[in-house]
Nanobody, 115 residues
């Protein structure tokens, strides 16, 4: 079955950096678009960044020029490099893909930006 496992979250000071990783299994990874979402309590999950199977990327406006999504098809990994982090980036971050009429989600990794 499809599994997505995130790692790399943690506590970081404002202005700091983190790199999130997502390991995928159960899919022909190179054929799938991959996304990073985030969610804070009481709010809907929101798309932060996406990368197509061809490598095209898109970003939520508030993270452009600070976050970079990338993928390694050989390792079946997708990454989110987050720089210049702000307190408002605090959230649980989820790895996502979809295919065959189904959405697949990881368990999430907490990112907390605070001094």
């Amino acid at each position: 079955q499809v599994q997505l496992v995130e790692s790399g979250g943690g506590l970081v000071q404002p202005g700091g950096s983190l790199r999130l990783s997502c390991a995928a299994s159960g899919i022909i990874f190179r054929l799938y678009a991959m996304n990073w979402y985030r969610q804070t309590p009481g709010k809907q999950r929101e798309l932060v960044a996406g990368i197509t199977s061809g490598g095209s990327t898109n970003y939520k406006d508030s993270v452009k020029r600070r976050f970079t999504i990338s993928r390694d098809n050989a390792k079946k990994m997708v990454y989110l490099q987050m720089n210049s982090l702000k307190p408002e980036d605090t959230a649980v971050y989820y790895c996502n893909t979809y295919g065959g009429g189904s959405d697949y989600w990881g368990q999430g990794t907490q990112v907390t930006v605070a001094s």
